[in-house]
Every structure is written in structure tokens, then in C-alpha cells.
């Protein structure tokens, strides 16, 4: 059995790693990169500290326009598919390279399978939206973290090949949470103690896009008269330089830090704050309480259990939960036991095998 994995943005690298690690041990894998994460900070850190192979192939497609983004993607993928020949694609999340990746696996009749499928805001405004419809309608093999992805597809009538195996971003803190611990010293580095600081991350383009809700989100945040710490996205920095918005005093800002560090800024934090999917799990398993800057989330379990606030843009609503949102105190396993990984190798074994 050939494999060819496609990643190309920061989350996927930490998905990845999960099952590449694996694969790759078994030389089952090609591991294609196409380039949408380029920075350092965005992408090479994580190779380095998650012990994910060197990309055997990088498209370097790089930012640009969603059509010219994809279109590039899709020119890559495909001819490397074609060389290749692989028993099947496997695609993660819900990026622009999520949605290459199938589509032009799809069109040579190669087989899809798409960790973390089922995933839905019910927001077409968002391009992840679109970009997961399009994956999992395409798809073989559909990986999901929770019963709600099972039961979202089951509602567009997709049941074949469905498969709860858990997330495997769970598995991916299991893992490294310790080495995290042992290793990083961000909270010296940056003089921050544990439990006195809020933690922030933003870059959807729903808020980066729209200077409201940017502006809106800043001065919510400098309003809280909170410390908080805000490693920034690239996307956003550019953002905030185009709209001229200025962070208030109690707001620091940072480079983006690689996934050891970060994994330890959230353990140590009072509260999150973050529009991102893959913080807003992070903050619950940890136990962090986390407030949503959307109105809406794929990840409806973490609010059911109490540990979830969507608090949208509004500067009321978020500077109320700063300061009143106390969850409850325990977090039930709703993404699986950390052995998401290994389940999917034993069904791609399974079908492709
Ligand atoms: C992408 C994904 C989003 C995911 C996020 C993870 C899509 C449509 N969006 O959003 O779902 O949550 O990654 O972080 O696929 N940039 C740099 N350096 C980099 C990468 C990006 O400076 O290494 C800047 C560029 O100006 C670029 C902008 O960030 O135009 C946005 O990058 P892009 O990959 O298009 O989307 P993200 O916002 O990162
Ligand atoms: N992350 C990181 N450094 C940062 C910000 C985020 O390592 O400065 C990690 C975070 O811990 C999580 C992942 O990146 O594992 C989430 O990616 P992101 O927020 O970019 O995308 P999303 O999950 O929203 O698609």
C-alpha cells in the first residue's frame, strides 16, 4: 500500500503527525506539502518538533486568492499523483489544500479518505465550510472525531465509509504534553506566571477580514483590563497594520510560537480566547475555560459540556465571560481515548491495504 498524505497549513502539520509518524515507519507514505504555510514560524517549527519527516514533495504554492491558491494546488497535486500512483489520498481538516487534495485524487478515480470529516458550522460564508462539504462528499474513507461529524453526515446522507475513530489532535497533545513540560520554557522566557494571564489567537477570515469585528475583538480585549498574550497570525498581523488597529496596553502581542510552547501557554493560561477549532479542543482538554470569538462552532461538544462560550464579536458579551465564566468541573471524553492515529492506519490498512 502507497499513500500519498497532503498537508499545506499549521493544523495539519500536528494532524499529520499523528498518522504520518506511523506510515512513514512502515515506508507507506509519500508526504506532500503544498506549500499554503511557507513561514517558519507557520510550518517548519512543527516538522522539527513533532518529528514529522522532511515533505518528500513542497508544491510552494504559497498565499494568493482562493481560485489561484486552489488552482495551483490542484496543478501540483495532480501530476504528483500521477507519478505516483498511490493506493489512495489521504487529506486532513478543512483547508484550501484539504480540498485539492481531494478533488484532484478524486478526478483520477484514486481514493479519498479525510481525517477529521463530518466537521459543519452550517456557515457557507466560511471557505472551510466549503471546503469540508466538498472533501467529504468526495470521499472514500471519512474519519470523524465525534458522533455529532457521524450524525452531521448521516443528514447528507452520506454513511458509507463513516468511521468514529476519535481526534487525532487529542492523540497529538497526548503525545507531546509531556515533552512540552519537560522542555519548554516559554513562561521564563516571556515572565509569565501560571493562571494570572488570558491566552488569545485570531485569524478567521470572518474577523480578520472585516475591520468591525477586528476592532471589535481589540477593544473587547483591552477591556477586560486583563493581561493577555496574543501570538499573532500571520494574517492577522497584516490585518491589523491594513485596518490600523492598535492593540491596548494590556495586550501583548508575539511571533505565532511552534506547538511545544503553545500546548504550554495554554495549560498555564486563566482563560482562551481564540476563533481557531483546533485551540478551542486544546483549551478543553486541558481544563482551560474557553470563550469562542464566533457566533457559531463545529465543535458543539465543547460548549454542551459547559467549557465552551461563543461569544461572537461583542464587546459586552466577552468582557461579561472574562470575568464571570466558571465551567464545571469535569471534561467527558468526547474525542476518543488518544488512539484516533491507530485506528485510522488499521482502516486505511483495511480498505487499501
Ligand atoms: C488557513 C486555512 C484555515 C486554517 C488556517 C490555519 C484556508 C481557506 N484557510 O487560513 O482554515 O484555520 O490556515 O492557520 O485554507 N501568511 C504568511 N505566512 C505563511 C502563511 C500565510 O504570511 O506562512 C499570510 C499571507 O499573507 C496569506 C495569509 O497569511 O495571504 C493567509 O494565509 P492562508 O493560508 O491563505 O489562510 P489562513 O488564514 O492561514
Ligand atoms: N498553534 C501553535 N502556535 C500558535 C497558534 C496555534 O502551535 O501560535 C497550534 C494550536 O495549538 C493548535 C493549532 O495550531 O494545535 C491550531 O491551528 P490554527 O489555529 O492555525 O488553525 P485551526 O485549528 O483553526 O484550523
Not at 265 to 276: G, M, P, Q, Y
Request: glycine content about 10%.
Amino acid at each position: 500500500m502507497k499513500i500519498v498524505s497532503i498537508v499545506g497549513a499549521r493544523p495539519q502539520f500536528i494532524k499529520a503527525a499523528v498518522v504520518s509518524r506511523v506510515l512513514r515507519e512502515r515506508h507507506l507514505e509519500v508526504l506532500l506539502h503544498t506549500g499554503q504555510h511557507y513561514d517558519d514560524e507557520m510550518s517548519g517549527v512543527f516538522f522539527r518538533e513533532l518529528g514529522l519527516p522532511r515533505p518528500d514533495i513542497n508544491l510552494g504554492v504559497g498565499s494568493g486568492s482562493h481560485a489561484r491558491q486552489t488552482g495551483e494546488m490542484l496543478i501540483g497535486i495532480e501530476r504528483v499523483l500521477l507519478q505516483e500512483r498511490p493506493a489512495g489520498v489521504l487529506v486532513y481538516g478543512d483547508t484550501n489544500s484539504t480540498l485539492a487534495g481531494a478533488l484532484a485524487a478524486a478526478k483520477l478515480n484514486l481514493p479519498v479518505a479525510h481525517v477529521e470529516a463530518g466537521l459543519r458550522s452550517f456557515n457557507r460564508a466560511m471557505p472551510e465550510e466549503i471546503n469540508r462539504i466538498v472533501a467529504d462528499r468526495l470521499s472514500a474513507l471519512l474519519f470523524c472525531p465525534t458522533r455529532t461529524a457521524v450524525e452531521n453526515l448521516a443528514r447528507e446522507g452520506i454513511t458509507a465509509g463513516v468511521h468514529q475513530v476519535g481526534d487525532v489532535m487529542y492523540d497529538a497533545l497526548l503525545h507531546t504534553l509531556p515533552i512540552a513540560e519537560r522542555t519548554s520554557s516559554i513562561l521564563e522566557a516571556l515572565g509569565l506566571t501560571p493562571g494570572t494571564y488570558l491566552l488569545t489567537t485570531i485569524h478567521r477570515a470572518g474577523n480578520t477580514d472585516e475591520p468591525a469585528n477586528l476592532s471589535a475583538i481589540l477593544a473587547a480585549l483591552g477591556a477586560t483590563g486583563e493581561p493577555i498574550l496574543f501570538p499573532v497570525h500571520p494574517r492577522t498581523r497584516q490585518a491589523l497594520t491594513r485596518w490600523n488597529i492598535s492593540p491596548a496596553q494590556n495586550v501583548r502581542l508575539i511571533e505565532p510560537v511552534g506547538y511545544l510552547d503553545m500546548l504550554v501557554l495554554e495549560k498555564n493560561a486563566r482563560l482562551i480566547l481564540t476563533d481557531s477549532g483546533g485551540v478551542q479542543k486544546e483549551a478543553y482538554w486541558l481544563g482551560i475555560p474557553c470563550l469562542t470569538l464566533r457566533e457559531e462552532t463545529e465543535w458543539v461538544e465543547t460548549v454542551e459540556a459547559g467549557w465552551n462560550v461563543l461569544v461572537g464579536t461583542s464587546v459586552e458579551r466577552l468582557v461579561a465571560a472574562v470575568h464571570s465564566f466558571h465551567p464545571p468541573g469535569e471534561q467527558p471524553a468526547l474525542f476518543g481515548h488518544g488512539q484516533a492515529g491507530q485506528e485510522i492506519i488499521r482502516l486505511l490498512e483495511e480498505a487499501w491495504g
